[in-house]
Each structure stands twice: as structure tokens, then as C-alpha cells.
């Protein structure tokens, strides 16, 4: 495993787009043209994947109120609004998406602070956040490395990274009964309940994803190899993969920071609220409406001791059945 050396999730798939220089336009396009459509198919079929599972696996992993969340690939929200939940502070959890379509989205369900960007070349100041988390996009991103080295950077030290992935099935029986449920009945469904093509070739996407991403161990082992002190993942069900990370250090949450140093920012709108993270960096697709009026310059904060616990020390509640852990 070499951390300095891309790592594709999956191989070129030609059936949807030619050659890799295309893959993040193709990725971007379906999801700005099924945003609006996203919520209602995942509510449908999310096959236990819905919102408790989300809310279980941030507290599984050591969410707890007022610690800041990075959520990224934020889609219409079904991360953050747990996270939310969670923390119980509108101000602590930012969004960001690439798709300017899901960001439309997400901005009407919730009132947090959004960024328009790449999770490979995240738009956000070192160390900023106690807390990042990804549902259901590792798939989609360009380079895991790159990916995970974003991910340790923003955390602070002794912050806590969780992605929430569908794995495919090792047992033959099982993966092909995954693969007619997932790869066949659910996008006819999903075109059928909402007349739209593109969520057809987005749940079929789905599912090839799936099926040609590298596997978990792979993964697990990116993670620990670009500098998390620890990595692992939990199983539910033998499909839904909980990945963790932890950076090595003493926790300090953004909120006592703030505590210590006074108000990060008095404006009231959301992209501004978004700028006290955010950094200047050149990302592919910066328009949105947060991402443009972002603080080029966000402040990055030197912990000033340990005063949090361990936030991987609650982590595992008691396993449920069908449920370990890997890593
Ligand atoms: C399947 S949705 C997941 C949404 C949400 N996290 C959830 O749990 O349902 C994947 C999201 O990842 C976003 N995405 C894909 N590639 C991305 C990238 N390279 N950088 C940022 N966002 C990306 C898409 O725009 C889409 O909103």
C-alpha cells in the first residue's frame, strides 16, 4: 500500500462513461439531475440503511453534542440530519457536495452551513473539525488517498472519521440475490415510482459500484496507511460497512475552542457561518452560493489541551446480532 499513490475505488465503467478524465463530470451530472428524486427512492428501498442505522453508526462511533461535523457528499442531508440530532447545534455540522443539484436540495431541508466541493481537495482550514463523516459516496470519489490524507487533515487531533459504505456480499448465494435486488429491481422500481430515467442509471450505477469497489481491507488499510493511528470497520448484516479512523491526540472540541476564544463569526447567513472553515483552496466546481461567499481565509486553531474524552472510547455499544467488527 503506498498513501502517496492514487487508489481508485473501482476501475473505468465503460457502460456509463468512457475514460476517467470524464468519470467526476458524469458523477456530478447524475447527481444534479436526480437530487430532487434521491429522498423519496432512498425511503422506498434503503433495505435498513435509513435514517436509524445513520444516527446509530454516528453514535456508534462516538458523536456527541457539541462536537463540530464535517459531513461530506452531504446529498440531500440523511447524514447531517442525524448529526444534527446528535449535536444539537444547527452552527456544528457543515455540509458539502460537489452536486450544485444536491446542495439545492439539502439547503431547503436543513439550515446548516453548506460548501460547494471535492472531498478530494476539501475547501476547509487544517484541524478544523472533531467529527467528519461520508454516507454512501466512497465509491464515487476519484482517489481514496487523497480522500483519506483530506480527511486526516481537517480532523483535529484525536477526532473521529466515519464512512458509511454498502459492501458486496462474499457468499455466492447472497451476492446474487444482492445483485438482482440491488442491480435489476431496484432501478426498474425507481424509475417506475418517479417516471425518471436518470434514477434508473443511477441505482444501476449504484449497484456496479458496489460490485467493482476494491475491497474492505483495502480500504481499511488506506485508511491506517494516510496516517490514522487507528482504522477499522463494523459489519451489520454482512453488507453495511461502518469504516472508522482515528487521529492520534488529544481531543478538543471546536466548541470549547470557541468558548475559550469568543464567537468564531457574527454573520448570520449560512455561507458565512460556513467560511469560518473554510480555506482558500481551488477546487473544481466552486458556484454555489455557500462555496462562493465563503471567508477565504478560515482560522485554524491551536487545541489548547485535552478536555474531551476519548471520542472512540464509547464507541462500541453492546454488538448487535450480525454485527462485528473488522480492523
Ligand atoms: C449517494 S449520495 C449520498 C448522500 C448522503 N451522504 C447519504 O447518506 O444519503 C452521494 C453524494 O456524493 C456526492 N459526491 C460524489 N462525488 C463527490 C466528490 N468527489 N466530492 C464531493 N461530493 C461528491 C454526490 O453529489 C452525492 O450527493
Excluded at 121 to 149: C, E, I, K
Excluded at 182 to 205: A, K, V
Aim: hydrophobic fraction near 40%; glycine fraction near 10%; aromatic fraction near 8%.
Amino acid at each position: 500500500m503506498k498513501p502517496d499513490q492514487p487508489l481508485k475505488p473501482h476501475p473505468i465503467l465503460p457502460d456509463y462513461y468512457p475514460d476517467l478524465a470524464r468519470r467526476p463530470a458524469f458523477v456530478r451530472g447524475l447527481f444534479d439531475r436526480t437530487a430532487g428524486y434521491y429522498d423519496r427512492v432512498n425511503r422506498l428501498f434503503s433495505l435498513g440503511s435509513g435514517s436509524w442505522y445513520r444516527r446509530r453508526a454516528l453514535v456508534r462511533a462516538g458523536l456527541r453534542p457539541g462536537m463540530t461535523v464535517l459531513d461530506v457528499a452531504v446529498g440531500t442531508g440523511l447524514v447531517a440530519r442525524q448529526a444534527l440530532a446528535i449535536t444539537g447545534d444547527p452552527q456544528s455540522v457543515v455540509g458539502l457536495d460537489v452536486s450544485a443539484g444536491m446542495l439545492a436540495e439539502v439547503g431547503r431541508l436543513l439550515k446548516i452551513p453548506l460548501i460547494q466541493g471535492l472531498v478530494e481537495q476539501l475547501p476547509v482550514t487544517d484541524a478544523a473539525f472533531d467529527f467528519v463523516s461520508m454516507g454512501y459516496a466512497l465509491r464515487h470519489v476519484a482517489d481514496l488517498n487523497a480522500t483519506f490524507r483530506e480527511f486526516h487533515r481537517v480532523l483535529r487531533p484525536g477526532g473521529t472519521l466515519l464512512i458509511l459504505e454498502i459492501a458486496r456480499p462474499a457468499p455466492p448465494f447472497k451476492r446474487a440475490l444482492l445483485e438482482f435486488y440491488l442491480g435489476r429491481l431496484i432501478p426498474l422500481l425507481s424509475r417506475l415510482t418517479t417516471g425518471n430515467r436518470d434514477m434508473q442509471t443511477l441505482m444501476r450505477y449504484y449497484w456496479d459500484t458496489i460490485e467493482n469497489c476494491v475491497p474492505p481491507e483495502t480500504i481499511i488499510e488506506a485508511i491506517r496507511a494516510t496516517g490514522f493511528a487507528q482504522a477499522g470497520c463494523t459489519v451489520d448484516l454482512g453488507l453495511f460497512r461502518a469504516y472508522f479512523g482515528r487521529k492520534a491526540g488529544a481531543a478538543v472540541s471546536l466548541s470549547q475552542i470557541s468558548r475559550l476564544s469568543g464567537p468564531a463569526s457574527g454573520h448570520p447567513d449560512r455561507s458565512a457561518r460556513a467560511g469560518r472553515f473554510a480555506a482558500d483552496r481551488s477546487v473544481g466546481a466552486r458556484p454555489a452560493e455557500t462555496a462562493r461567499k465563503a471567508h477565504p481565509a478560515g482560522r485554524s486553531v491551536a487545541p489548547p489541551g485535552p478536555v474531551r474524552d476519548d471520542p472512540m472510547s464509547g464507541r462500541p455499544e453492546p454488538l448487535a446480532t450480525n454485527h462485528r467488527r473488522e480492523g
